[in-house]
């Protein structure tokens, strides 16, 4: 008879496959956008960095309506997550997503709208990758001198 194999469960509770033990959603995208939101607050201290709350924690008719107000009060589907106003003007607009997640064809299609704007857009995953969006932009930190009291943005 041959040997029977047991799967073993992780000492969490957690099922092989399954989100979490309890059945709820795990994030893995907010901790990213906080860490990222963080790092732009730091860069551009003087700037105005803003989360636009697209997503919506509710289901079913709830949702529907929200989404329906959201929207009749100028919500933009697949706006991007984070946006940095900074003296120029120039409008850094930042897409966060979790490891292996996509902009959805929405979201790509108004990236496009806003590059055609001017508007510098990236998807990140990381501070990396906002670091190396910075990078190709030829767009550098805000920096305030304590003496003067001055700013002075570097492009």
Aim: proline share 9%.
């Amino acid at each position: 008879m041959p040997k029977l194999l047991r799967i073993r469960r992780p000492t969490s509770g957690k099922a092989p496959g399954m989100p979490s033990a309890s059945g709820k959603r795990i994030d893995r995208e907010g901790p990213i956008h906080r860490e990222i939101l963080d790092h732009l607050r730091r860069l551009f201290p003087t700037g105005k960095v803003h989360h636009s709350p697209n997503s919506i924690g509710l289901s079913g008719k709830q949702i529907m309506c929200q989404i329906a107000h959201n929207e009749s009060m100028g919500t933009i589907k697949g706006w991007p997550d984070l946006q940095v106003l900074l003296p120029g003007p120039l409008t850094l607009l930042f897409e966060v997503k979790a490891p292996a997640n996509y902009p959805d064809p929405d979201q790509k299609a108004l990236h496009h709208e806003l590059r055609a704007l001017g508007c510098l857009v990236a998807v990140v995953r990381s501070v990396a990758d906002v670091d190396a969006a910075l990078a190709e932009w030829g767009v550098r930190p805000i920096y305030q001198t304590k003496t003067e009291g001055t700013v002075r943005h570097e492009k």
